[in-house]
C-alpha cells in the first residue's frame, strides 16, 4: 500500500511514488506532530483507520463550506480573468498539475483549485486554495501569490504606538482587487501570531512551491490569508497579506545571548520540513528487521491528537502517567516535554518530586524558545502534585468568599453558531431564598443572519431590561468573558439601537463574572473553566454526557436542517437542555463559591 493510500483516512501529510523512496510532504506536514509523518512513511507500523468523530467532520464541512463561499465571492467580484480549476479534480495528478501550469502560463488573475507540481527533489506537494496574479517576472512571465482560506479569526486588536512595531498593523486588500499592490497597510489590527503560526508554516510551503518552479512573483515573498474576521463589514471581503520574510517568530537559538531570536515563516518552514523530511527517510527504512533504525520522534500529546487517525497507536505507546497524557491544561509544548524527557522525567510523579530550582539550570537553556518558561514548568509541576495526591481544585485564599448578590438573581449564557452569530438568549431568575429557579430562553432555530441574531438580541435584552426595572434589586451572573464581549459587539454594532447600549452599560455595574472570583481564589488542576469547576467543584452534572460547546454547534445545524422533523426535535431538545444545564451550572458555582 503506498503512503498516500495509508493517509487516505486522514490529513493528508506525504505520498511516495510506488517502486522508489522518493516522496513528498504535503503543506500540513511542516505545521503538524512529527509522528504522523513518521507513522505515515514506516510500513512496519499497520495502517490505522479510525472513524471521523462527528464534531471534526462537522468542523470539517464547516470550513468547506466556508472555503466555498469565500471563492464564490472572490470569483463573482473578480475584475480580471478567473480559471477555476475545481472540476478537473477527479482527472489523474499528472493532467490537474498541467492544467495549472497552463493557468499560471496564461496570466489569469485568479486560479482556483490548483494542484502544483510535485517536487520529489524538494519532498514537497501542494494544492492551494487560490493564486492571485501579482507583478510579472523579469523575463516577462506571470507571478502570481498564494491565498489560503481559513475558517478561524487571523486578527487581534492592536493598541495604537507611536512608533510603528512589527505586526502592529495588517495589510489588507478586497476581493475586487485582490493583489499586493492594491493593498492598504491598517493600523490597530495585528496577526495572530501565537495562535496562527501554522497558517504561515502553510503558506511558505506554498511560496517555496512557486519559487521552485519559478512562479513566484518578484519583491516580498507575500502570501495571503483569508479568515472570517468580519471587523470591516463594509469591504467586499478581506485578504491579509504576509511577508513570509519577516522575522515575527520567537525560536530557540544556541547562539544568541538571550537563547532566542525572531525567525520568518520562511526559516522556520525551512526547519520544520527539513526535520520531517529527514523523519520520512529514517521511516522509509524500517522494514521490522534487527537492524532498523530507531524513530527519530516519539509520541508527546498534542492538541490536534485528538482527531488524529493515529491516536489510539500513541496513546499505547504513552505511560498512563505521561506528563504530556496527563496535564491537558497549562500543557508544555513538544520541546519542553522532549527536555524533560531527555534528562529522565516523563511521569507526573516524577516531575512532582523533582527540585525544581536544580531542574531549571539546564531545563531553561533548552527552552528560551518560550517567554515565560519558567512559570509554565512551575505551574506544570504545580499541578503534577496536586494530580499525585489526588487533588482537583487547591484553595490560594482564606476566609470566606464574598458574591455580590440581589433580590433577584439571574444566571446568563449564550449559544452560538460556528460563525459566531448568536442565535440562543439563556436566562435563570431566582429569587434569593428561593430553592428553584425559572428557565428563560430566547432562541432562533433557523439559519440566523444578522439582522436575525440582531432581532432576537432585541427580544432577549428587552426582557432582561424590564426585569432590571422592576422594583427588587437584580444582578447577573455569567461565566467569563464572552457574552460581556458578544453585549460589546452588538451596542458598536447597531448604536442606533437603545436597548444594546443600555445593556452594556447595565453591564458595567450589574454583571459578575463568576470566572474570575474562580480564578481569583482557587487553582484547578484541569483549569477553571465552567465543566471542571461545576462538575468537580460543585458537583453538578450536565444531563446529556456528550454536553459541549462543539457538540452544541452540531446540534444546533441539526436542528435547523436535519431532513427529519423528528431528528430536528430531538436537536432542539438537546440544546435547549445544554444551555439550561450552563446556566444551571453557573448557579450551582455561585452556591459553591459562597459555602467555601
Known amino acids: 500500500?503506498?503512503?498516500?493510500?495509508?493517509?487516505?483516512?486522514?490529513?493528508?501529510?506525504?505520498?511516495?511514488?510506488?517502486?522508489?523512496?522518493?516522496?513528498?510532504?504535503?503543506?500540513?506536514?511542516?505545521?503538524?506532530?512529527?509522528?504522523?509523518?513518521?507513522?505515515?512513511?514506516?510500513?512496519?507500523?499497520?495502517?490505522?483507520?479510525?472513524?471521523?468523530?462527528?464534531?471534526?467532520?462537522?468542523?470539517?464541512?464547516?470550513?468547506?463550506?466556508?472555503?466555498?463561499?469565500?471563492?464564490?465571492?472572490?470569483?463573482?467580484?473578480?475584475?480580471?480573468?478567473?480559471?477555476?480549476?475545481?472540476?478537473?479534480?477527479?482527472?489523474?495528478?499528472?493532467?490537474?498539475?498541467?492544467?495549472?501550469?497552463?493557468?499560471?502560463?496564461?496570466?489569469?488573475?485568479?486560479?482556483i483549485g490548483c494542484l502544483l507540481p510535485r517536487d520529489l527533489d524538494h519532498h514537497r506537494s501542494g494544492r492551494p486554495d487560490v493564486l492571485v496574479r501579482g507583478e510579472d517576472r523579469p523575463d516577462g512571465r506571470p507571478g502570481y501569490h498564494v491565498v489560503d482560506i481559513k475558517h478561524h479569526k487571523i486578527h487581534e486588536r492592536?493598541?495604537?504606538?507611536?512608533?510603528?512595531?512589527?505586526?502592529?498593523?495588517?495589510?489588507?486588500?478586497?476581493?475586487?482587487?485582490?493583489?499586493?499592490?492594491?493593498?492598504?497597510?491598517?493600523?490597530?489590527?495585528?496577526?495572530?501570531?501565537?495562535?496562527?503560526?501554522?497558517?504561515?508554516?502553510?503558506?511558505?510551503?506554498?511560496?517555496?512551491?512557486?519559487?521552485?518552479?519559478?512562479?513566484?512573483?518578484?519583491?516580498?515573498?507575500?502570501?495571503?490569508?483569508?479568515?472570517?474576521?468580519?471587523?470591516?463589514?463594509?469591504v467586499d471581503g478581506m485578504i491579509t497579506w504576509m511577508d513570509l520574510a519577516e522575522p515575527l517568530l520567537r525560536t530557540f537559538s544556541r547562539s544568541d545571548d538571550s537563547g532566542w531570536t525572531a525567525r520568518s515563516a520562511l526559516e522556520r518552514y525551512d526547519h520544520e520540513h527539513a526535520f520531517r523530511v529527514d523523519v520520512a527517510t529514517i521511516a522509509l527504512r524500517r522494514s521490522g528487521g534487527p537492524h532498523d533504525p530507531r524513530p527519530l520522534v516519539e509520541p508527546i500529546v498534542v492538541a490536534e491528537c485528538s482527531g488524529c487517525q493515529w491516536w489510539d497507536l500513541c496513546r499505547s505507546k504513552l505511560a498512563d502517567d505521561d506528563v504530556s497524557l496527563r496535564i491537558g491544561k497549562g500543557s508544555l509544548d513538544v520541546r519542553e516535554i522532549a527536555t524533560l524527557r531527555a534528562h529522565g522525567i516523563s511521569t507526573v510523579d516524577q516531575l512532582a518530586g523533582v527540585d525544581l530550582d536544580e531542574l531549571f539550570v539546564w531545563y531553561l537553556p533548552e527552552v528560551t524558545h518560550r517567554a515565560g518558561a519558567e512559570d509554565?514548568?512551575?505551574?506544570?509541576?504545580?499541578?503534577?502534585?496536586?494530580?499525585?495526591?489526588?487533588?482537583?481544585?487547591?484553595?490560594?485564599?482564606?476566609?470566606?468568599?464574598?458574591?455580590?448578590?440581589?433580590?433577584?438573581?439571574?444566571?446568563?449564557?449564550?449559544?452560538?453558531?460556528?460563525?459566531?452569530?448568536?442565535?440562543?438568549?439563556?436566562?435563570?431568575?431566582?429569587?434569593?431564598?428561593?430553592?428553584?429557579?425559572?428557565?428563560?430562553?430566547?432562541?432562533?432555530?433557523?439559519?440566523?443572519?444578522?439582522?436575525?441574531?440582531?432581532?432576537?438580541?432585541?427580544?432577549?435584552?428587552?426582557?432582561?431590561?424590564?426585569?432590571?426595572?422592576?422594583?427588587?434589586?437584580?444582578?447577573?451572573?455569567?461565566?467569563?468573558?464572552?457574552?460581556?464581549?458578544?453585549?460589546?459587539?452588538?451596542?458598536?454594532?447597531?448604536?442606533?439601537?437603545?436597548?444594546?447600549?443600555?445593556?452594556?452599560?447595565?453591564?458595567?455595574?450589574?454583571?459578575?463574572?463568576?470566572?474570575?472570583?474562580v480564578k481569583q481564589h482557587f487553582f484547578g488542576v484541569n483549569g477553571v473553566g465552567l465543566k471542571p469547576v461545576a462538575s468537580a467543584g460543585a458537583g453538578f452534572s450536565w444531563r446529556d454526557d456528550d454536553a459541549g460547546g462543539l457538540n452544541s454547534t452540531r446540534w444546533f445545524v441539526d436542528a435547523v436542517h436535519a431532513e427529519a422533523a423528528e431528528q430536528r426535535e430531538l436537536a432542539k431538545e438537546r440544546v435547549l437542555n445544554y444551555n439550561e444545564d450552563d446556566v444551571i451550572a453557573t448557579a450551582q458555582v455561585r452556591a459553591w463559591l459562597r459555602a467555601n
Not at 503506498?2 to 511516495?16: C, I, M, P, S, V
Not at 495572530?192 to 497558517?199: F, G, M, N, Q, V
Not at 468568599?401 to 449564557?413: L, M, N, Q, R, T
Request: aromatic residues 8%.
Open 376 to 517: 509554565r514548568l512551575r505551574q506544570a509541576a504545580r499541578r503534577a502534585r496536586l494530580i499525585t495526591a489526588g487533588i482537583e481544585f487547591e484553595r490560594v485564599t482564606s476566609g470566606p468568599i464574598e458574591v455580590p448578590g440581589a433580590d433577584v438573581e439571574i444566571d446568563f449564557d449564550i449559544e452560538t453558531t460556528a460563525e459566531g452569530t448568536i442565535y440562543l438568549w439563556g436566562f435563570r431568575t431566582h429569587r434569593a431564598g428561593s430553592t428553584g429557579g425559572v428557565y428563560h430562553p430566547f432562541v432562533d432555530f433557523s439559519d440566523v443572519d444578522a439582522d436575525a441574531e440582531r432581532r432576537l438580541a432585541v427580544r432577549a435584552l428587552t426582557w432582561l431590561r424590564s426585569q432590571a426595572d422592576g422594583p427588587d434589586s437584580v444582578r447577573v451572573y455569567h461565566y467569563s468573558g464572552f457574552e460581556t464581549a458578544a453585549l460589546r459587539r452588538l451596542a458598536d454594532n447597531y448604536p442606533d439601537e437603545p436597548v444594546f447600549a443600555w445593556a452594556l452599560e447595565f453591564a458595567e455595574t450589574s454583571f459578575c463574572d463568576l470566572l474570575a472570583l
Open 158 to 234: 492592536k493598541k495604537p504606538l507611536a512608533q510603528p512595531r512589527p505586526n502592529s498593523s495588517v495589510l489588507l486588500s478586497s476581493f475586487s482587487a485582490p493583489a499586493p499592490v492594491h493593498a492598504d497597510e491598517v493600523p490597530g489590527f495585528g496577526f495572530r501570531l501565537t495562535s496562527r503560526e501554522a497558517d504561515l508554516l502553510q503558506l511558505a510551503h506554498y511560496q517555496r512551491m512557486l519559487g521552485d518552479l519559478g512562479w513566484d512573483a518578484p519583491g516580498r515573498p507575500l502570501a495571503g490569508l483569508v479568515g472570517t474576521d468580519d471587523w470591516m463589514p463594509d
Open 1 to 111: 500500500m503506498t503512503t498516500a493510500a495509508r493517509l487516505a483516512t486522514g490529513e493528508t501529510t506525504g505520498e511516495t511514488t510506488e517502486g522508489t523512496t522518493s516522496f513528498a510532504l504535503g503543506a500540513y506536514a511542516a505545521r503538524s506532530c512529527a509522528v504522523k509523518t513518521h507513522n505515515a512513511f514506516d510500513r512496519t507500523i499497520p495502517l490505522h483507520i479510525r472513524e471521523v468523530d462527528d464534531r471534526l467532520a462537522e468542523l470539517f464541512e464547516g470550513g468547506q463550506q466556508f472555503e466555498d463561499a469565500v471563492i464564490a465571492r472572490m470569483a463573482s467580484v473578480s475584475r480580471g480573468r478567473v480559471i477555476d480549476l475545481r472540476l478537473a479534480d477527479d482527472l489523474p495528478p499528472r493532467i490537474q498539475a498541467g492544467a495549472t501550469a497552463e493557468a499560471v502560463a496564461s496570466g489569469a488573475d485568479l486560479i
